[in-house]
């Protein structure tokens, strides 16, 4: 038998229980993952970037100018992808709000295309 990862237990674990419902994540939106990654990179460089052009510009030697912005790079990577999925997190609830007054909207007319139907 083989072995299972641990979602997919999960899922099988809430399938027989009998709650269908599926969580969203960010790592399933077609826009998120690759927007994510791509502010994580640039908030990486572009910390590291600064940090060196000024520990160069106040006289440190290589080693430790590098040293400096490959921490400050690695902050960067770090607050980069935290911004990043706060956002994003923001982003998508915005975009279910949406969708779901859309639904709502979408049923209402139906309902008073019925009703207008009835009557007439």
Known sequence: MARKGRKAAEADAA????????????????RALHQIRTIRAYAALGLFL???????QAGQPLERMLTRALEAGVVGYLLGWFGAVMLWRQLAQAEIESARRKIVAALLEMEAAERKGETA
């Not at 399938?15 to 077609?30: K, N, S, V």
């Open 15 to 30: 399938e027989l229980a009998g709650e269908g419902r599926r969580q969203l994540l960010l790592a399933d939106h077609p």
């Open 50 to 56: 600064v940090v060196a052009y000024f520990s160069h």
